[in-house]
């Protein structure tokens, strides 16, 4: 079982595991961080700068190894560049991620594919 310590607007996330301690420490906070499982999902500050990296949500095994960056889903807008990045990640009633996607002219949300490091199932958020 994963112990979580994230303060929300803190830029260190620690956890805990089978004694062992884990800490992420980030430049800005994280927009969210939940635990999944054997898993802890953090989504990283959102960067609105043109060019920024977009990519910016990461599924880290319990033990604090990066097991995936999830990739921001391109074909959802007209145009790949208004993707902005991962802005929002929280559980469903069954426990299992619901990750949200800005884009300049709305948002998307998926579930994460670990193994294909995207999103499944991605539905306008409304």
């Given amino acids: 079982m994963i112990s979580l310590d994230w303060p929300q607007g803190s830029p260190v996330v620690r956890w805990t595991h089978d004694g062992q301690s884990v800490e992420r ?25 043109p060019n920024a990296v977009t990519d910016n949500a990461v599924v880290f095994a319990a033990d604090g190894a990066e097991v995936v960056r999830l990739k ?21 009633a069954d426990g299992q991620p619901i990750v949200v996607v800005s884009t300049q002219v709305g948002d998307f949300w998926g579930r994460p594919d670990v193994v294909e490091g995207t999103l499944v199932d991605v539905q306008q958020w409304r």
């Fill in 25 to 49: 420490a980030y430049d800005r906070p994280p927009q969210s961080v939940m635990v999944w499982g054997d898993r802890v999902l953090v989504v990283e500050a959102l960067d609105c700068t």
């Fill in 72 to 92: 921001a889903p391109r074909g959802l807008v007209a145009e790949p560049s208004w993707v902005l990045g991962f802005y929002q990640a929280y559980p469903d």
